[in-house]
């Protein structure tokens, strides 16, 4: 596991004297960066449609009219001697 592995590296910048407070800064700056580039990502226009619109544009179908096809085919079909290779390939 990744972020298991990094644990004994980041336990040790944060108990250094000298390591501690640039570790600190490093993260706080790589977080404010991943805040900033989110923020931009949500300031993209909005081209969805809304429910209303979606509703106003609806696809008109005639329930009562429509009559479905029959299948060619009623019941539980048995498919014998199969290469199950030739089947899986």
Known sequence: MVDASRAVGVVSKLLSD???????????????EMAERHAKKQQRPDT???LAQARA???PIDWQGYKPVR????????????DLSEIAG
Do not use: V
């Open 48 to 50: 969805r449609a809304t």
């Open 71 to 82: 299948p060619g085919f009623l019941g539980t079909r048995i498919f014998d001697n199969y």
């Open 57 to 59: 544009n609806k696809t």
């Open 18 to 32: 000298t390591g501690r407070d640039s570790y600190i800064e490093e993260i706080r700056s790589e977080y404010k």
